[in-house]
């Protein structure tokens, strides 16, 4: 029966940042080679693409150029704001402390 090594097994639990026991150990020796092996099936599939994996969608956005605006002016956004202070905008706590 093929295995993994124990120092491999300590390696994806420090990777997973997780605490395994020694029985734990001997038992992900066994099943983790059997995910991997499923895994490696992968590459016998025809036509198998690696970016197929990454982004299974074509990548043709096209975004507009950037264009450069007047600004806004700080007095009539100021008219639309609930609240402000002085030139700042108050807008309510989202994160405690």
């Given at each position: 029966?093929?295995?993994?090594?124990?120092?491999?097994?300590?390696?994806?639990?420090?990777?997973?940042?997780?605490?395994?026991?020694?029985?734990?150990?001997?038992?992900?020796e066994?099943?983790?080679?059997?995910?991997?092996?499923?895994?490696?099936?992968?590459?016998?599939?025809?036509?198998?693409?690696?970016?197929?994996?990454?982004?299974?969608?074509?990548?043709?956005?096209?975004?507009?150029?950037?264009?450069?605006?007047?600004?806004?002016?700080?007095?009539?956004?100021?008219?639309n704001?609930?609240?402000?202070?002085?030139?700042?905008?108050?807008?309510?706590?989202?994160?405690?402390?």
């Amino acid at each position: 029966m093929e295995k993994l090594t124990k120092e491999e097994v300590m390696h994806v639990a420090k990777l997973a940042k997780i605490k395994v026991s020694d029985e734990e150990i001997s038992r992900y020796e066994v099943e983790l080679k059997k995910l991997m092996d499923e895994l490696d099936k992968i590459d016998e599939v025809e036509g198998y693409d690696e970016e197929m994996i990454i982004a299974p969608w074509s990548c043709d956005a096209r975004l507009r150029e950037d264009s450069e605006k007047d600004m806004l002016d700080a007095k009539e956004v100021l008219k639309n704001v609930p609240r402000h202070s002085g030139n700042y905008i108050e807008v309510p706590v989202v994160i405690n402390e």
